[in-house]
């Protein structure tokens, strides 16, 4: 009896831990509002080889170094307010990124609301160009690669810009924006920014449009169209990604006389091992008259972490393009690592 009884107390208990141990595990709270740090730090070495054939060596041009604020609230009945605030600076130095003239926050500085509508963004941000750049961007931006091609608009950054997204629906978003003139067709002033967005799991594509009015150029008021068309494919193994970008200015803005050119970009990504990646891109720039701008890029990132990477990247041109950038080929050798930090929220 004394053995029975002991066997039905070990069942129950064993039943018990069983049921105990299949109980969901409790849901965290999801926060109403929050404040999010985040950032990349950056520090390469490039050995590159200018036209005339004189080697040279810089560091800290390559990743963009960077610091920011982002956060967003609940005001209720599906609105949401939001910001951005974002820095660029040099790890190999410490000092704010003059490309950006100077200022504390000269990457991003925009306020915002969302709803069941869309989103609404007002400051200093990206045109939708930008979006569409990333797209067929896999190269690390550097003096021959995509940052200096076509794909992305020569002001870069939009002031007093004005721009709604719209809400995602079957993978697919409009943006539209404005950026208000600050000096009479001062560089990044009176131009509109328009686009669309698809993303699937397999597709991602997108098509924009800035239309810039200025009086660069010796003239009194001409405006000047900027197309972007970019798409990529994961075919699992390997994903391919194109693009296509026409412009109706040269890659020079100090120039006096506006060179009309199309560029074509051709790439793939695949991996190396577990933790590594490859990437090849083709970049070919035909301007108006001249011969084509030739860029080759070959890159490998090797994963040390989820927030850490180094990488490598060989870049080669043609002639017509080293005369044009100044570089006949670069070798960059780095390191990255990004972080993200919760700071606050309810």
Same mark, same amino acid.
């Given at each position: 009896?004394?053995?029975? =009884?002991t066997?039905?107390? =070990?069942?129950?208990v064993?039943?018990?831990?069983d049921?105990? !141990?299949?109980?969901p595990?409790p849901?965290?709270?999801?926060?109403? +509002?929050?404040?999010? /740090? #985040?950032?990349l730090?950056?520090l390469?070495i490039?050995?590159s080889k200018?036209?005339e054939?004189?080697?040279?060596?810089?560091?800290?041009i390559?990743?963009?170094?960077?610091?920011?604020?982002? %956060?967003? %609230?609940?005001?209720?009945?599906?609105?949401?307010?939001?910001?951005?605030?974002?820095?660029?600076f040099?790890?190999?130095d410490g000092?704010?990124?003059?490309m950006q003239?100077?200022?504390l926050f000269?990457?991003?500085?925009?306020l915002?609301?969302?709803?069941?509508?869309?989103?609404?963004?007002?400051?200093?941000?990206?045109?939708v160009?930008?979006?569409?750049?990333?797209i067929?961007?896999?190269?690390?931006?550097g003096?021959l690669?995509?940052y200096? $091609?076509?794909f #992305?608009w020569?002001?870069?950054r939009?002031e007093?810009?004005l721009? #709604? $997204?719209?809400?995602?629906m079957?993978?697919?978003?409009?943006r539209?924006?404005?950026?208000?003139g600050?000096?009479?067709?001062?560089a %990044? $002033?009176?131009t509109?920014?328009?686009?669309?967005?698809?993303?699937?799991?397999?597709?991602?594509?997108?098509? $924009? /449009?800035e239309?810039w009015?200025t009086?660069?150029?010796?003239?009194?008021?001409?405006? #000047?169209?900027?197309?972007?068309?970019?798409?990529?494919?994961?075919?699992?193994v390997?994903?391919?990604v194109?693009?296509?970008?026409s412009?109706?200015v040269?890659?020079?803005?100090?120039?006096?006389?506006a060179?009309?050119?199309?560029?074509?970009?051709?790439?793939?990504?695949?991996?190396?091992?577990?933790?590594?990646?490859?990437?090849?891109?083709?970049q070919v720039?035909?301007p108006?008259s001249?011969?084509?701008l030739d860029?080759?890029?070959l890159?490998?990132?090797?994963?040390?972490?989820?927030?850490?990477?180094?990488?490598?990247q060989?870049?080669? !041109?043609?002639?017509?393009?080293?005369?044009?950038?100044?570089?006949? +080929?670069?070798f960059?050798?780095g390191?990255?690592?990004?972080?993200?930090?919760f700071?606050?929220?309810?």
């Amino acid at each position: 009896m004394h053995r029975v =009884m002991t066997t039905v107390i =070990m069942l129950i208990v064993g039943v018990s831990f069983d049921v105990s !141990a299949r109980e969901p595990e409790p849901t965290p709270p999801q926060t109403t +509002s929050e404040v999010r /740090l #985040y950032g990349l730090a950056d520090l390469d070495i490039t050995h590159s080889k200018n036209s005339e054939g004189v080697s040279g060596i810089t560091s800290g041009i390559w990743n963009g170094s960077r610091f920011g604020l982002k %956060g967003h %609230g609940d005001l209720g009945a599906g609105l949401k307010p939001l910001f951005r605030l974002e820095g660029g600076f040099g790890t190999e130095d410490g000092k704010i990124k003059l490309m950006q003239g100077g200022r504390l926050f000269g990457r991003q500085a925009y306020l915002g609301l969302e709803s069941g509508l869309g989103t609404v963004t007002f400051g200093r941000q990206y045109p939708v160009s930008d979006a569409v750049a990333g797209i067929v961007d896999i190269a690390l931006p550097g003096v021959l690669s995509a940052y200096k $091609s076509q794909f #992305y608009w020569q002001i870069d950054r939009l002031e007093n810009a004005l721009l #709604y $997204s719209s809400p995602i629906m079957g993978g697919l978003q409009a943006r539209l924006g404005y950026a208000f003139g600050k000096n009479g067709g001062a560089a %990044g $002033s009176s131009t509109v920014t328009t686009g669309m967005l698809y993303n699937t799991d397999l597709l991602t594509a997108g098509l $924009s /449009l800035e239309s810039w009015k200025t009086s660069a150029f010796s003239t009194s008021s001409a405006v #000047y169209n900027f197309w972007n068309l970019a798409a990529s494919y994961d075919l699992g193994v390997v994903a391919l990604v194109a693009g296509c970008s026409s412009d109706d200015v040269n890659q020079d803005l100090s120039s006096n006389s506006a060179v009309k050119s199309k560029t074509y970009a051709l790439g793939a990504k695949l991996p190396a091992g577990t933790a590594g990646k490859i990437v090849l891109l083709l970049q070919v720039t035909k301007p108006e008259s001249g011969a084509p701008l030739d860029i080759a890029s070959l890159r490998y990132t090797h994963t040390l972490s989820k927030r850490a990477a180094l990488y490598s990247q060989i870049n080669v !041109a043609n002639h017509a393009a080293a005369d044009a950038y100044g570089r006949q +080929s670069e070798f960059t050798f780095g390191m990255h690592c990004r972080f993200d930090a919760f700071l606050f929220g309810n």
